[in-house]
């Protein structure tokens, strides 16, 4: 009886073995397929999901909701004191970053990162119409000094022309923080740039403020007419002199 059992374990070892291969051939080609389909969603998940709409013929239907909120945090105030000038001034700003990596003491280079965005900016600048009390006649000229030309802060720019790219060198896996890092400073950096436009945009301003004064000053008040032919403004640091004896251009 012993010997017989024992020869009939003997004789289904093989087929047990052969389910069990069976078992993993099966486990191992699953794993397989799940791993590919998670890597083809991953990598062209957008196209395969508009494939699977268009071959469904409308079997499969997907509802994409969008909200938007707003919360009032603060109305700001000029008190009438501000003049727009030279505005807008739109650039395409270009911001980059690069770090570059060494070991050994400098002596073995482990590559470099490299981000860079594109911004279409739009900047706006302003005077302050009480600064505006420097003015005098001369000549029938009437001559308007202005301290100072002021960029409205903050800058807007436009989001859907912003344009992203980023570099790894090839020891290197940053590149995403370095672009991170450039879009938290993108607001101070556009501010910065906006105070370097302010030389850019002068001539223009000279002239917004030299219109504004001309129609709501002088044309406005005819016992002024007669005494003032033309508006000159002349900006702080600038020689009097020198302006007046530009020609007048009529606008």
């Known amino acids: 009886m012993s010997n017989y059992a024992t020869s009939h374990s003997r004789r289904s070892s093989p087929k047990s073995q052969s389910m069990s291969g069976c078992l ?3 486990l191992i080609i699953f794993i397989t397929l799940v791993v590919m389909g998670g890597i083809l969603v ?21 509802v994409t909701t969008v909200k ?9 105030r000029t008190h009438g004191d501000v003049l727009e000038v030279a505005s807008p001034l739109k650039t395409m700003e270009l911001f980059s970053k690069s ?3 060494f070991a050994a003491w400098g002596k073995v280079y482990l590559g470099t990162s490299t981000s860079e965005i594109k911004v279409p900016a739009s900047y706006r600048f302003h005077v302050k119409l009480s ?14 000094k202005v301290p100072a030309i002021y960029p409205s802060l903050p800058v807007a720019f436009d989001t859907a022309g912003v344009e992203k790219r980023s570099e790894d060198g090839w020891f290197r896996f940053d590149g995403a ?13 556009l ?8 030389p850019v945009v002068k001539e223009t301003a000279r002239k917004d403020i ?42």
């Open 68 to 76: 938007a909120s707003s919360v009032l945090v603060d109305i700001g």
């Open 131 to 144: 600064e505006l009390k420097g003015a005098q006649i001369k000549d029938k000229v009437l001559v308007v």
């Open 99 to 101: 770090d570059a990596r």
């Open 177 to 189: 923080q370095l672009l991170a890092e450039l879009e938290k400073n993108l607001t101070p950096e």
């Open 42 to 62: 991953f990598v062209v998940g957008g196209a395969a999901r508009d494939m699977v709409d268009k071959w469904s013929g409308g079997f499969v239907s997907r």
């Open 210 to 251: 030299e219109q504004f004064v001309q129609k709501w000053i002088v044309e406005s008040h005819p016992e002024h007419r007669e005494k003032i032919s033309s508006v000159r403004v002349v900006f702080e640091g600038e020689n009097e002199e020198k302006i007046l004896e530009r020609p007048v251009v009529v606008p």
């Open 191 to 198: 501010e910065r740039r906006a105070k370097q436009h302010v």
């Open 24 to 26: 993993k051939a099966f």
